[in-house]
């Protein structure tokens, strides 16, 4: 396994559209996570799932986003009727749920809207 | 409000120089990351700290975790180039263990 992968990378899209980013977390991790981040901020937290259950989304940053992860692997993140302020990069990250919980993050999906 | 709060914000300094980044917070976290992260790429793991006091070195960086489990520092001796990049902290919450905050970062920038 060579770490967390998001797709697409880039993804420009006109305002209103709507738009799905995927995830795949390191295979051995129960926990995935996803993050937002503008320019020259950190990561702000959006959710989280352990396993197949998301069990943190009240700061989703409204009901235009949500997120799935079906069987437990991948995570799919979607945004309805896209604004120009949702254009930052989407980070996802993964991690095992005891220990350290450390995070390992994918390369990030940058959003642009237009 | 931002949890957690980094200074300096940004920083320029000549290859050679050394160079500490704060991490602080008026809360208590189980443990505490430092990450550092390239433009367009997303954040990479340097050093977990768990124990308050803790001091931790991987080659010329030293990371130490305050007493109180409140606050870290990074210290970079002798940077290089390739030290550039945004470094961010973020502290996993005592309860519940399911969230990580993110500092506010400091842009680090070493000039050849």
């Known amino acids: 396994d060579t770490g967390v992968s998001q797709d697409p990378r880039h993804k420009i899209t006109k305002r209103g559209q709507n738009v799905t980013f995927r995830c795949d977390p390191i295979s051995e991790h129960n926990r995935l996570y996803w993050y937002r981040q503008t320019l020259g901020q950190g990561p702000e937290f959006l959710t989280y799932?352990?396993?197949?259950?998301?069990?943190?989304k009240s700061r989703l940053l409204s009901d235009r986003f949500s997120a799935e992860r079906p069987k437990g692997s991948f995570s799919t993140l979607e945004i309805q009727r896209t604004e120009q302020g949702d254009s930052a990069m989407y980070l996802c990250a993964s991690s095992f749920s005891q220990g350290t919980y450390e995070q390992y993050f994918g390369p990030g999906t940058r959003l642009t809207v237009t | 409000t931002q949890l957690l709060e980094q200074s300096p914000q940004f920083l320029s300094i000549q290859e050679g120089e050394n160079l500490t980044v704060y991490c602080n917070s008026s809360s208590v976290f189980s443990s505490l990351q430092w990450y550092r992260q390239e433009p367009g790429e997303g954040p990479v793991l340097l050093v977990t700290?768990?124990?308050?006091?803790e001091v931790k070195k991987l080659k010329r960086l030293t990371f130490q975790f305050g007493d109180a489990r409140k606050d870290s520092s990074l210290h970079i001796t002798a940077a290089q180039p390739g030290d550039t990049g945004l470094y961010l902290c973020?502290?996993?919450?005592?309860?519940?263990?399911?969230?990580?905050?993110f500092g506010t970062g400091t842009s680090l920038t070493v000039i050849p």
């Open positions: 973020a502290g996993a919450g005592r309860l519940p263990k399911n969230q990580f905050y």
């Open positions: 799932f352990q396993n197949e259950a998301q069990l943190e």
């Open positions: 700290v768990v124990t308050g006091g």
